[in-house]
């Protein structure tokens, strides 16, 4: 039976860079802080993190290269924002992974729900 949806190389390889950059979590709270505040200075950004300014900057930067986040200018400020269409990516591709797991799950329990249940102590003791 052909799958509804599967997952290319090349859908995996796009988000591949975006998992990898969310899977520290200073990194995971920076983008859910972003979510939840809107676009925010490096100084507001950093506040209330255990690291440093300059850390937070670092970990930023790798948001920023795999596309998770970008710099706009409001004024003379810089301001970290995210960036949806890459997010949406990433969401898709778990929603397709997600989808298979589904798919995988139902074909196992269809297979054991055919197989005769083998009763547990089937077996008698020989001593008895």
């Known amino acids: 039976m052909p799958r509804a949806h599967s997952l290319t190389k090349a859908s995996l390889d796009r988000s591949a860079p975006i998992f990898a950059a969310l899977g520290d979590g200073t990194r995971l709270r920076l983008v859910t802080r972003l979510c939840e505040d809107g676009p925010l200075s490096i100084t507001r950004l950093a506040g209330g993190f ?8 670092k ?17 003379r400020e810089s301001l970290w924002q995210l960036e949806p269409a890459r997010l949406e990516s990433a969401r898709r591709c778990l929603d397709s992974i997600s989808m298979e797991w589904d798919g995988a799950l139902g074909r196992l329990q269809r297979l054991v729900e055919r197989e005769e249940p ?11």
Request: avoid cysteine; aromatic fraction near 2%; proline fraction near 6%.
């Open 50 to 57: 255990e690291v440093s300014r300059q850390a937070v900057t």
């Open 59 to 75: 970990h930023l930067k790798v948001l920023e290269e795999a596309g998770v986040v970008r710099t706009v200018w409001q004024g």
């Open 118 to 128: 083998t009763p547990v102590n089937s077996h008698k003791d020989p001593r008895r």
